[in-house]
Every structure is written in C-alpha cells, then in structure tokens.
C-alpha cells in the first residue's frame, strides 16, 4: 500500500470563486496548468487530465470523490495506464478557505495527495510547486508561469 503524502499550502491574494473558476475552467487552467481538467464534477464520475499538446494526450484519469464548489474538491489519481489497478491510485484534496476572513480578499489553497509511492511522490513534489506557483502568478498578474 502507497504510504507517502505531499501537503502543500499557498496564499493568494484572490477570491474563493476566482480560485475555484481557475480550476473548474479549462482555458484557464491551461494558462497556469498547460492541460485542461474534464468532468461533469458529480461525485462517482470520472475525470481526466488533458494535456494541451494538441494531442489530446491523458495525463492522469480518476474519479471524483467530493465536489463542494468554491470549497474542495477531493479525487482520486492514477496515471491511465494504471487505472484499473486500484492498488495504484492516490488521493487528491483541494480546500479552498478564506486566508483573511475580515477581507476576504486572501485565499488560503490547500493540496494534500496522499496514499502515493515514492516515484509518484517525488513526480509531485516538483509538479504540484510549480503548478500552484503558476495559478498564484496567473490570479494575482493575469499571467501563469511559462514552464
């Protein structure tokens, strides 16, 4: 069983709902992402990952555990060659909070990916910094990270 887990925090000087539209969005999560997250969002139905290669190559596939708009959105991760091998998937946690409730004008993001393997582990711990620095730059300038 995959034990390793990857928390990382982020404050941006946002919105909630512009958080949440960023990651619901395709075109602007390819700005900051350089893919796009497809789904109809309802616990139980599958997501995928695309990259914006003008392939349509799929990254990552899973299934949506928990969607609370403007809050958290919880899923399970697997690259698409594993996904019939549950042993395989991890877990992904996106909460979105208000960072200064007196404003409301600073988000605190938070993303846990747990149940991971340690190759999986290491992949992530370069991608999910730099993917996150890129929506905190895309969200406070109006431009994500060329990466």
């Known amino acids: 069983m995959n034990q ?3 928390v990382y925090v982020s404050y ?3 919105t909630t709902e512009k958080v949440w539209q ?6 602007l999560t390819r700005q900051f992402w350089k893919s796009e997250i497809v789904s109809d969002w309802t616990p139980g139905s599958s997501w995928q990952h695309i ?3 003008g392939k349509g190559t799929v990254e990552h596939v899973g299934t949506v555990l928990e969607c609370i708009p403007g809050k958290r959105l919880a899923l399970t991760w697997v690259g698409p060659a594993n996904a019939a091998d549950p ?3 991890s877990k992904l946690a996106i909460d979105i909070d208000k960072g200064d409730p007196k404003s ?3 988000v605190r993001l938070t993303v846990t990916h747990e149940e991971l393997s ?3 582990h290491r992949g992530i ?4 910094p730099l993917v996150l620095s890129s929506l905190k730059s895309l969200l406070e300038t109006g431009r994500g990270i060329d990466y």
Request: aromatic content about 10%; overall charge negative; cysteine-free.
């Open 4 to 6: 390793e887990k990857f």
């Open 12 to 14: 941006i000087a946002t």
């Open 22 to 27: 960023a990651l619901m969005d395709g075109e």
């Open 51 to 53: 990259k914006d290669d």
């Open 87 to 89: 042993a395989k998937h």
């Open 104 to 106: 409301g004008e600073l």
């Open 118 to 120: 340690p190759e999986v």
């Open 125 to 128: 711990s370069f991608g999910w």
